[in-house]
């Protein structure tokens, strides 16, 4: 049985830092599509940042030199470090995976079939 479980959501100011964790089990996480996406009130699920088996990366534009997504296999555990957030991060942060060695569908929320519960993320002004 698959469980993805996130954790280290909380409420932060504007220009601080979080770090998410999403700890898996329940399959061979070591050959896996990784990914973080979030959603805010009223607007769609989105991809914020991808990791393969490999360890090729690939982040939203909006995020890009803030945001890095890694992963320890030992642990089976996922991350995502946040910096210098902004009020427009703010949303329910979920991990997901998809049991394929490459993230080939990486951005399309449908295609991964596996999410965990979601974590909320607060940044103000």
């Known amino acids: 049985q698959v469980r993805l479980v996130e954790s280290g959501g909380g409420s932060v100011q504007a220009g601080g830092s979080l770090r998410l964790s999403c700890a898996a089990s329940g399959y061979t996480y070591s050959v896996s599509c990784m990914g973080w996406f979030r959603q805010a009130p009223g607007k769609e699920r989105e991809a914020v940042a991808v990791i393969d088996s490999s360890g090729s990366r690939g982040y939203t534009d909006s995020v890009k030199d803030r945001f890095t997504i890694s992963r320890d296999t030992a642990k089976n555990t996922l991350y995502l470090q946040m910096n210098n957030l902004r009020p427009e991060d703010t949303a329910i942060f979920y991990c997901?995976?998809?049991?394929?060695?490459?993230?080939?569908?990486?951005?399309?929320?449908?295609?991964?079939?596996?999410w965990g519960q979601g974590t909320q993320v607060t940044v103000s002004s």
């Open positions: 997901a995976t998809k049991s394929e060695p490459f993230c080939y569908r990486g951005t399309d929320p449908s295609w991964f079939n596996y």
